[in-house]
């Protein structure tokens, strides 16, 4: 399935606050998303990501250009239609009553059911699919107040998936979760994209994930523009550095992750790698030093010895000291003279 | 519609023995709905049966079937006093409990009941007019007043809701956040209320006596006359409100996802506006300002049927309000005295603790109203 699920021409996305002339936020936006991929939209605070998600989802009306779900516009579809097309995800936790699980993925039915909102056996069969699809099976029966975070969000993104979309858009859809269940979230929504053929969208502050796991980064500086491409061309391009360039704050284009930049303390020589000098480097370069690894002029040298347990030599002039734990070798560090 | 049917391609079906256990039965709590059909004609009975005459319930079902009970009188006052007091307590509190759940729904706020949106404001203003301003004696509370007393009170008081009503319908229509309408309505009930103040300051003592009387409320007061238009508009605002089933399930995800489902929000929001204001207007203009029963009846059944599913709740509601009406006022009738109390008093005196001590021992309404 290569088709082209969602397409803005000549978008521009703003507001137009009461008695004021329309402020644009990012215009001249022209992006395409296909079936079964999985598109992360990042960008800085402010940047206006959630309004452009707001114009995509048809919740607000674009300044200017068009937005085309599969080829129609999606503020002439009818609401019923565009309901049938495109589901949300919202950050902010909904206050489910007191439903079970099922019950709240059931009513992604609504577009489909009739006046009663009388379940069909087919609308129970894509319910019990959708369900599944997000691994939620043992949370069916439990009711949606009693569920973590997590577990609720896995619901979300069911009921999102029980109203048969082409088209699901997240915003920031793991921004209450803990590290591990914001990974699964990921990886369980890059899964549906891939494996159900429909095409998933989402904000995100999770840069590190987005590289990974997203087919294409749609990129919101905040100067009004708005960059697209598979995430290791935007990195390669710098525009994601750019993005994000801040005080104190540095992309690293080997790690691709964002580092301190914080080194007020002096220099320090590290020499040695394994897991003993990446850890020892990431804690001298917590405390605020900066590391030099090719013998510049440094405060002290210190030897990574990188066996089970590790250990760490700090090496001043002929005095050599030994130690097994990185906190007692930060604090010999902080007492030398700077 | 040419949707691609992935959901039977990735998993296995899922509809095999084994996976029925595992899926929750939905409509196993229509056994809640029979408890409260039965509570609900239990009540009925009694409130007939009580009195300051009491009469053996067989010769209540004698009366009601259209057979000569024991004594003639007894015929008398079940139709004329009894059967349509009772009604009115039905239909009361049925409309009440179903509006404070549409009204607690579209807020989404626990403390709302069917009077937020200045309706009961509004009856009160119409009585006022008529009952201080041009001085019509008669009140509600007595039987046996003229044409006028009989539907004057009632007219103004339609007229009054309807007033409000209209304004909150027009507001609903352009406001955008439901928030905004509340504190609209809120707005418009203070306005209302005070017009009403300044109206019982000018006036003469026995007249704010009769004005009181009626904030008292009563559903003793409602004629047969008067049950001919009472009970069609209480009957066309439950079915409308039970047509809302659907967007009103939709609203509790709150409006960005109810509009996502492709529900018009402003439509829907217009349509449960308009059938609240209905129930909620025309009970105040037959039986007066009664409290405490919208507010309360929606969470003892949420708690009972342990749902938000607003095609058992509006039943439900209904049922266990009008239920709940009827033992209050047999309450306040005291029976085999001939004393009767204030209705509001009654119901909020005792309903005031049932519903701490159920909400105390449940989590019901904090499950309902925070995440």
């Known amino acids: 399935m290569t088709g082209t699920t969602l397409a803005t021409q000549d978008l521009a996305v703003g507001y137009t606050p009461p008695r004021k002339p329309a402020r644009t936020i990012a215009g001249d936006i022209h992006i395409t998303l296909h079936a079964g991929e999985l598109a992360c939209l990042i960008g800085p605070n402010g940047a206006g990501k959630s309004t452009l998600l707001r114009t995509l989802a048809g919740m607000q009306k674009p300044l200017a250009g068009r937005v085309l779900l599969a080829g129609d516009e999606i503020h002439t579809l009818s609401p019923i239609e565009r309901a049938k097309r495109l589901s949300i995800v919202l950050t902010e936790q909904v206050q489910a009553g007191m439903f079970s699980a099922y019950e709240l993925v059931a009513l992604g039915r609504h577009p489909y059911t009739d006046w009663s909102g009388r379940l069909s056996a087919k609308d129970e069969t894509i319910i019990r699919w959708a369900i599944e699809a997000v691994g939620a099976v043992e949370l069916a029966k439990r009711p949606v107040n009693e569920l973590s975070d997590g577990e609720r969000q896995k619901v979300m993104i069911a009921r999102a998936l029980a109203q048969e979309p082409s088209l699901i858009i997240l915003d920031e859809p793991t921004a209450f979760l803990d590290l591990p269940r914001r990974v699964e979230i990921m990886r369980l929504l890059r899964r549906l994209a891939w494996e159900t053929g429909r095409a998933v969208l989402l904000s995100t502050h999770d840069l590190d994930l987005a590289l990974r796991l997203a087919d294409r980064l749609w990129l919101m500086p905040g100067d009004g523009t708005l960059h697209t491409g598979a995430p290791e061309d935007l990195v390669l391009s710098g525009a994601l550095a750019r993005a994000f360039r801040s005080s104190g704050v540095a992309f690293d284009l080997h790690s691709g992750t964002f580092t301190v930049q914080d080194a007020h303390r002096g220099t320090i020589a590290l020499i040695g790698g394994g897991l003993a000098g990446i850890w020892a480097r990431r804690a001298l370069e917590r405390t605020g030093y900066a590391i030099t690894t090719n013998g510049g002029p440094a405060l002290a040298r210190i030897e990574a010895v990188d066996t089970t347990p590790p250990k760490w030599r700090l090496i001043q002039g002929d005095a050599v000291v030994e130690y097994t734990v990185l906190s007692d070798l930060l604090a010999a560090v902080k007492t030398l003279p700077s | 519609m040419e949707h691609t049917q992935t959901y039977t391609a990735s998993v296995a079906p899922a509809t095999t023995g084994s996976a029925i256990a595992k899926w929750p039965r939905l409509g196993g709590r229509r056994i809640a709905l029979l408890v409260l059909v039965v509570l609900l004609v239990s009540a009925f009975l009694l409130s007939i049966a009580t009195g300051s005459v009491n009469i053996p319930l067989g010769d209540v079902i004698k009366v009601l079937t259209g057979v000569e009970p024991a004594k003639t009188t007894w015929t008398t006052i079940i139709q004329d006093f009894r059967l349509p007091k009772a009604l009115a307590a039905v239909l009361s509190g049925a409309a009440l409990a179903v509006s404070g759940l549409q009204m607690q729904t579209l807020f989404r706020?626990?403390?709302?009941?069917?009077?937020?949106?200045?309706?009961?404001?509004?009856?009160?203003?119409?009585?006022?007019?008529?009952?201080?301003?041009?001085?019509?004696?008669?009140?509600?509370?007595?039987?046996?007043?003229?044409?006028?007393?009989?539907?004057?009170?009632?007219?103004?008081?339609?007229?009054?809701?309807?007033?409000?009503?209209?304004?909150?319908?027009?507001?609903?229509?352009?406001?955008?956040?439901?928030?905004?309408?509340?504190?609209?309505?809120?707005?418009?009930?203070?306005?209302?209320?005070?017009?009403?103040?300044?109206?019982?300051?000018?006036?003469?003592?026995?007249?704010?006596?009769?004005?009181?009387?009626?904030?008292?409320?009563?559903?003793?007061?409602?004629?047969?006359?008067?049950?001919?238009?009472?009970?069609?508009?209480?009957?066309?605002?439950?079915?409308?409100?039970?047509?809302?089933?659907?967007?009103?399930?939709?609203?509790?995800?709150?409006?960005?996802?109810?509009?996502?489902?492709?529900?018009?929000?402003?439509?829907?929001?217009?349509?449960?506006?308009?059938?609240?204001?209905?129930?909620?207007?025309?009970?105040?203009?037959?039986?007066?300002?009664?409290?405490?029963?919208?507010?309360?009846?929606?969470?003892?059944?949420?708690?009972?049927?342990?749902?938000?599913?607003?095609?058992?709740?509006?039943?439900?509601v209904g049922l266990m309000g009008a239920a709940i009406a009827l033992i209050v006022d047999l309450i306040a009738h005291m029976p085999g005295s001939q004393i009767v109390l204030p209705l509001n008093a009654v119901m909020a005196l005792v309903g005031a603790p049932v519903v701490i001590w159920v909400i105390l021992r449940q989590r019901s309404v904090r499950a309902s109203f925070t995440s």
């Open chain 2, 109 to 316: 706020n626990p403390l709302a009941g069917p009077y937020v949106l200045g309706v009961s404001s509004g009856a009160s203003l119409g009585v006022a007019v008529v009952i201080l301003a041009l001085g019509t004696s008669g009140t509600v509370m007595l039987a046996g007043v003229g044409l006028f007393g009989d539907f004057g009170l009632a007219f103004a008081a339609c007229l009054g809701s309807a007033l409000v009503m209209g304004l909150v319908l027009l507001a609903a229509r352009r406001v955008e956040s439901s928030v905004t309408l509340l504190i609209l309505g809120l707005m418009f009930g203070y306005a209302v209320s005070s017009i009403v103040s300044l109206l019982l300051h000018f006036s003469l003592a026995e007249r704010v006596q009769a004005y009181v009387n009626w904030t008292f409320g009563s559903f003793g007061g409602v004629t047969w006359n008067q049950m001919s238009i009472f009970a069609p508009m209480v009957l066309i605002g439950l079915v409308l409100a039970y047509l809302l089933a659907k967007p009103l399930n939709a609203l509790l995800l709150g409006d960005a996802y109810a509009a996502s489902l492709g529900l018009n929000i402003r439509r829907a929001r217009g349509w449960i506006v308009l059938s609240t204001a209905l129930l909620a207007g025309v009970v105040t203009a037959f039986c007066g300002p009664i409290g405490f029963l919208g507010i309360a009846v929606p969470h003892l059944s949420r708690g009972l049927l342990n749902t938000s599913d607003h095609r058992l709740l509006i039943p439900a």
